[in-house]
């Protein structure tokens, strides 16, 4: 992966992975809160294997890209239409990952954009009927109630041999294998890359995801895929059910027994087939 910084009007400075040959179609990721675009790497691998040019865009307030302080869902897609016109790309399909799926969701509004994918994607949280689908879906574990109080300085510095311990009741048993796994390292060290800059991007991320996005999910006619395990004790599966029955272009992939982090790793190829297939629409 090549990192870019790429300077926007009005003093911004984004940071962009990128991985494969130039192309002027591309699949855009956009990681999750707690993050950066280095924790995306079983996409970047599952892309360079389909031969498709991959871009990843560290989200305002994390590592090296700027503070966009005020943002919300619905004009997230202004970095990505920065970085779709620096690259000159004609169409891409964008994926987002955790609090990355409403930035994902947000590029349907430029007309380059061709689908959107969302993996383990927050939905927003203050739907009438929002708290139906937490009752008709209620997460594993109790974890959720006291997520506010998380300690966000233990990632600044943790290491892979922590990520367990650290996120406790947040890992489903998939989870653990993953972070007890070959790959703790690198999930370590897209973290810590993601902290480097501040804790800005997470707190900007928890707001935002939690207010009005400010999108009209009815005006959304690309496809959709919303990939959910149903074991995610982070974005748990209501997420998933409340984005696919609100958006009438989206289709709902249920992976059993995947939690928020092992659901990447173990349906990376498939993610990104699906990707393609709305490329080539």
Known sequence: MQTKLLHLPEGQTLEVLTHGAADSQAVIFHHG????????APLYRAAEK???????????????SSRREGRRAGNYYLETQAVSDHFNLAKFVSLGWS???????SDAQDFRCKGVVTIAGDAPRVGHDWLAYVEKY????????????FDFSALKSITGNELADVFGDL????DLE??????RDELAAGIRHGFSGGDFGVTDDFESDAA?????????????AVFQGDEDRMCTPAHGYYLADKIASARLFIVGGQGHISLIYSQGDRIITKALEFLNL
């Open 50 to 64: 389909m031969n498709i040019f991959a871009i990843g865009i560290t989200r305002p307030g994390y590592a090296q």
């Open 178 to 183: 993953i972070c007890d796994g070959e790959h």
């Open 171 to 174: 890992l489903s048993a998939a």
């Open 33 to 40: 809160a707690m993050a950066s675009s280095e924790i995306m």
């Open 212 to 224: 009005d996005w400010g999108i009209d999910f009815s005006t959304i006619k690309v496809p959709v």
């Open 138 to 149: 209620p997460p594993k574990n109790d974890a959720l109630s006291h997520s506010d109080s």
């Open 99 to 105: 609090s990355g799926g409403p930035a994902a969701i």
